[in-house]
């Protein structure tokens, strides 16, 4: 061998150098294929598979029609385990478990049921859990799912027997702002105490102040059902008896009854007021033969009145009617109405009534199938061994008939009575006197529960008469001369009443404020909203 060729070969220091290059390469191609493999693994683990199962949906249009069935939760039992469902409901609460697991309260006016959302595998993701978690509650959401029958009653919701199980979730609307108070904490019993840290008692005002929000809670879906069911009652009652419905104006050209309580306003180059009440009307619909009328609308009164009772606007509801011999035709046929109503209300809406006392704790309203009917005098009596000094009660105020009410409660075991006979000076002009004590009256008084709720009477049909009642209570006949010219033209003896649809449903329920009894209550210091 030459010298050169043992030049060109390496040596051993540079074979080993070169092995150590190649197992350090090697080992540097290992560790990237390993990095490369966690990568891949990390990203299969963050792939979120549920895309195209939840997200907020784009602002409804009505941009397209599919008739998809979509159920009302009170529906389900547990005879619909394993049915696919399609929902719109409110998030009622949300509780989240770890990051795997979701459970959603959902809410449809009085009703709940439980929904649960868990991950699984090419199905829900755990982003999809998250974003569910964090769902503001009172969102509006579409939920579709299975039913499962639960193993055990679920105590948090009134759907009890089932659970839906969420495949797809869709927000429709959701919360821009933070919420005023809890619903949670709207529908607590009123006689539970507050406990510091754990929940606030929400005030009346604060309720009214937010009413929207105040009006979603369980409880006042509950009483604004019962106030729908009271108006139709009332409808199906009288129709039944041969009454039709009539629509009297609200702007009037005079007082119905006194210029104090009146509402005026603006009326072109003049004044007009917003009636009191349809009076006027009702008894020209029965001197222009309509023999039986009734209305539901809206009654103004301009009274300064700050109380647990008083309204500025309610809602009335009257009736007039034509008598063939006694007024007390009258009297007993309002009598029944209140009786039938009382009746539809317990034998349908037994839920809802349960819903309300869950909140509002009271004794169920009572009443006797023959209605205990006192004289005026009668009623002053009572009050007067009960310790009333009689002096006081040549009317009987507030205070006086509520105590009234507990009299009669405990002497007839009942909440719903009648007073007859009332003096004459405490009753509007067109009330007609009673025939043997001039001083006296053919009218009438219903109570509940130591409340008035309706005020009637039989009404003056005599012109001549009527005129003459008008100057003493100190109206002017001819500021009325449209009202007084329906009974010129002969009218037939009728009588009537008025109810405050606010204050009948307050009692029967015992809200203990009328203006939980509203909708949207107006008074004389609210306006708004």
Known sequence: MSSADSSDAPTKSALKKAAKEAEKAKKKAEKAAKAMEAEQARAAADEDYSVGRYGKLPMHQSQSRQNRERIDISTLTAQNDGTRVLVRARIQTSRLQGNKMVFLNLRQRTNTVQALMSVTKDTISKQMVKWAGALADESIVLVEGDVKKSPEPIKSASVSEVEIHILELWLLSGIESRLPFSLEDASRSETAPEVEGQFNRVLLDTRLNNRVLDLRTTTNQAIFKLQHAIGNLFRDYLNANGFIEIHSPKLQGSATESGASVFKVDYFKGNAYLAQSPQLAKQMAIAADFERVYEI?????????????????????????????????????????????????????????????????????????????????EAVNLLVEDGVDREVLDDINTENEK?????????????????????????????????????????????????EIMSGAQRIHDPDFLCEQMRTKGVDPDSMKGYLDGFRLGCPPHGGGGIGLERVLMLFLKLNNIRRASLFPRDPKRLEP
């Open 297 to 377: 609308a809206p009654v103004f009164r301009a009274e300064d009145s700050n109380t647990h009772r008083h309204m500025t606007e309610f809602v009335g509801l009257d009736l007039e009617m034509a008598i063939e011999e006694h007024y007390h035709e009258v009297r007993d046929l309002i009598d029944g109405m209140f009786k039938a109503i009382f009746e539809g209300l317990r034998e349908k809406y037994a839920h809802e009534m349960a819903v309300v006392r869950q909140q509002f704790e009271a004794e169920e309203f009572k009443w006797k199938e023959e209605t205990p009917v006192l004289t005026f005098k």
């Open 403 to 451: 105590r009234l009410g507990r009299i009669v409660r405990a002497k007839y075991d009942t909440d719903y009575f009648i007073v007859d006979k009332f003096p004459l000076a405490l009753r509007p002009f067109y009330t007609m006197p009673d025939p043997e004590d001039p001083t006296l009256s053919n009218s009438y008084d219903f109570f509940m529960r130591g409340e």
